[in-house]
C-alpha cells in the first residue's frame, strides 16, 4: 500500500502479477501485469475496482491492511472485465453495508458474471453524477466503448485525478520504465485500438478538467508528462501514424521469403529510413501490429501457402483489420516456388481496410532472390521512401 503521491489520500492498494504469461490468453506479458485499485480515505470510503480472480487472496489483504478495521462506504465499479471485477463477489460478501457504484449497464453483466446485481445496495451514476466522500468528491463521466459498453471513468476535483479505467494503462510493472511508450502503445492498439471514436470522445471530456495525476486499472500512475500521453493517446485514437518509419514484417516457411525480406529492410535503411523488421513466425503478433500503427509504411513479405497466405502472414493481417489499421502506406513481396499466389490474397486483404495505399511494383520471388527480383526491390524501395506522412 502506498499514497498516490505524497500526503495523498488515495492509497494504492492494487496487486502485481509476475506469474501471468499471457495477458487475455494472446497477449505476452514478460515483465507482468499489474491490476491496479486504490482507496480514498475520507469520511466516506470509497474503493476503486476491485481485481483479478489470480490475485483476490492478495487484494483483499492490501485493502484490509490499508482499511485498519474500517468499513468501506462504496465500491466504485469503472469496468466490468473479468480482470478487474472478479473479486466483486467476495468483497461485498466481506461487507455488507458497503454500496456499490456504477453505471446502469454494469449492473446486469454483474448478474451474468456473479448471479447477482445487488439491487438494494446499488447506486446508479450517469454523466455528471458526483459522490460526496468529504473533502473528496468524485464526478463520474460515461466511457462507453473505452473498451466495453459499460465503461465510465471517474474524476477526484480535491486532488485533481483521473481514475481512467483501462485508459492509460499498460503491461508491465506498476513502476514507470523506460520503454513506457512501447508497452503503452502495444496495449493501447490491441486492447483499445478498435475504438478509436470512443477514445477521442473521452479525451475531449478529459480535456475540460485540471487533471494532475491519472490511476489507469493497468501499469503505472502517471504525474509526469501527462500531455505526451494524451498526446499519443490522441494520435493512436486517430490512426495518425506516429512517426515515419517502415515495419518489414515477413512470414517464411524455409527462410528464403525471410533472407529477401531482411535484404529490403537493409536497402531501405541505406535510403536514410528508420526500419524495425520482424519475423511473424516467431515474434509477438501484438507487438508486430503496434509497430504497424506506429509508423507511416509497412512491407509486408510473405510466402504462399496452399494458395493462399502463410499462416503467419494471415494471422497478422485478420488482426491488423481487427484492430482498424488505415491511413498507411504498404509495399508488397510474395514467394510461391512454382504458382505465388500470397500477393493477390495480401492485396485483397488490405482492400478491405480503410485508405491504405498499396504501392508498385510487388516483388515476386520464386524461391531464393535473384537479381529480377532484386531488382523489384530496389524499385519498391524507391517508390515507398517517395511516400511521406
Request: hydrophobic share 45%.
Amino acid at each position: 500500500m502506498r499514497p498516490i503521491k505524497p500526503e495523498s489520500k488515495i492509497v494504492y492498494i492494487g496487486v502485481e502479477d509476475k506469474t501471468l504469461d499471457l495477458f487475455e490468453s494472446q497477449y505476452p506479458v514478460p515483465n507482468g501485469v499489474t491490476y491496479n485499485s486504490y482507496l480514498i480515505d475520507d469520511e466516506k470510503i470509497a474503493v476503486m475496482d476491485t481485481a483479478d480472480a489470480r490475485v483476490s487472496d492478495a487484494w483483499l489483504a492490501n485493502l484490509e491492511e490499508a482499511l485498519a478495521g474500517r468499513t468501506p462506504d462504496y465500491l466504485v465499479v469503472q469496468h466490468m472485465e473479468p480482470d478487474h471485477s472478479a473479486s466483486i463477489r467476495r468483497v461485498m460478501e466481506r461487507y455488507p453495508a458497503m454500496q456499490i457504484v456504477a453505471s446502469q449497464k454494469a449492473f446486469p453483466m454483474m448478474q451474468q458474471f456473479f448471479g447477482e446485481s445487488y439491487e438494494d445496495r446499488r447506486v446508479v451514476v450517469k454523466e455528471g453524477d458526483t459522490l460526496a466522500l468529504g473533502a473528496h468528491t468524485l464526478t463520474f463521466a460515461m466511457a462507453a466503448m473505452v473498451h466495453w459498453p459499460e465503461v465510465m471513468v471517474s474524476y477526484e476535483s480535491n486532488e485533481k485525478v483521473l481514475f481512467s479505467a483501462d485508459a492509460f494503462g499498460t503491461f508491465g510493472p506498476f513502476e514507470k520504465s523506460e520503454d513506457w511508450v512501447t508497452e503503452a502503445r502495444r496495449y493501447y492498439i490491441n486492447i483499445v485500438g478498435k475504438y478509436g471514436a470512443p477514445v477521442q470522445a473521452l479525451l475531449k471530456k478529459a480535456a475540460a478538467l485540471e487533471i494532475e495525476t491519472v490511476c489507469p486499472l493497468h501499469g503505472p500512475v502517471l504525474t509526469e508528462d501527462l500531455g505526451t500521453v494524451v498526446s499519443l493517446y490522441d494520435t493512436w485514437s486517430s490512426y495518425r501514424p506516429e512517426t515515419k518509419g517502415v515495419l518489414v514484417a515477413c512470414a517464411s516457411i524455409h527462410g528464403n521469403t525471410k533472407r529477401a525480406a531482411e535484404e529490403l529492410a537493409e536497402m531501405l535503411k541505406a535510403k536514410g529510413e528508420t526500419v524495425v523488421f520482424f519475423d511473424l513466425t516467431r515474434g509477438d503478433v501484438a507487438a508486430a501490429t503496434a509497430e504497424a500503427f506506429r509508423f507511416d509504411r509497412m512491407v509486408l513479405c510473405c510466402s504462399t501457402y496452399d494458395t493462399g497466405i502463410f499462416t503467419a502472414g494471415e494471422h497478422f493481417l485478420a488482426h491488423l483489420k481487427a484492430k482498424t489499421y488505415q491511413n498507411r502506406t504498404v509495399g508488397l513481396m510474395e514467394n510461391g516456388s512454382w504458382a505465388p499466389m500470397s500477393g493477390k490474397h495480401m492485396k485483397a486483404a488490405f482492400a478491405e481496410m480503410k485508405n491504405i495505399t498499396v504501392v508498385e511494383p510487388m516483388v515476386t520471388l520464386k524461391g531464393a532472390a535473384n537479381e529480377a527480383a532484386r531488382a523489384q526491390m530496389a524499385a519498391l524501395c524507391d517508390a515507398l521512401t517517395a511516400e511521406s506522412l
